[in-house]
T-cell receptor
């Protein structure tokens, strides 16, 4: 079965540092997403991306966050200046349809901000 | 506001017991509903989904869920659980034509051998 790959599985960083979380979506998918889950809380939508631009973003996705599809295969989430409250599990997902019917999630990157 | 509620935070059952996990949603319009499972150390996997048609949907690993529109519910059931069902279960919803999933807080299921 095809899968979404995320690297690294665990990222530790100092507060104020920039981090880039990487994802390789399934190859023929067109819709890409980032979700996050703070420990003990809900999985929350961050951003959706289609046709090389953001199609929707949540309140969480402020100016510190950005996404990019730099080379047609990778899909990255950048946090410019990390805060303690950015510590969470970040999930990448991709789909070939817009309605969530065939959404595949990666195994997540655990981000720890110290 | 759109929301999904899962009232059971942690459920502990013995093997072969029957399972029902509650999920209620608050959404306007046509809603699509999902149950995801996350086994320890693994990614979220889709168990089943409801888009339209028969309100009783069957998923993988013997799970099923029933969409009851009048109760705004989409409870997950399994007649006889196994130790391997130990995992976190998430209910999620989205409006028809919308791509953004709203998740519940999850229910941790522990099966005792």
């Amino acid at each position: 079965e095809p899968e979404v790959t995320q690297t690294p599985s665990h990222q530790v960083t100092q507060m104020g540092q920039e981090v880039i979380l990487r994802c390789v979506p399934i190859s023929n998918h067109l819709y890409f997403y980032w979700y996050r889950q703070i420990l003990g809380q809900k999985v929350e939508f961050l951003v959706s991306f289609y046709n090389n631009e953001i199609s929707e973003k949540s309140e969480i996705f402020d100016d510190q966050f950005s996404v990019e599809r730099p080379d047609g295969s990778n899909f990255t989430l950048k946090i410019r200046s990390t805060k303690l409250e950015d510590s969470a599990m970040y999930f990448c997902a991709s789909s070939d349809t817009r309605n969530g019917e065939k959404l595949f999630f990666g195994s997540g990157t655990q981000l720890s901000v110290l | 506001a759109q929301s999904v509620s899962q009232h059971n935070h942690h459920v502990i059952l013995s093997e072969a017991a029957s399972l029902e996990l509650g999920c209620n949603y608050s959404y306007g319009g046509t809603v699509n509903l999902f149950w995801y499972v996350q086994y320890p150390g693994q990614h979220l996997q889709l168990l089943l989904k409801y888009f339209s048609g028969d309100p009783l949907v069957k998923g993988i690993k013997g799970f099923e869920a029933e969409f009851i529109k009048s109760k705004f519910s989409f409870n997950l059931r399994k007649p006889s659980v196994q130790w391997s069902d130990t995992a976190e279960y998430f209910c999620a919803a989205t409006n028809f034509g919308n791509e953004k999933l709203t998740f519940g807080t999850g229910t941790r299921l522990t099966i005792i051998p």
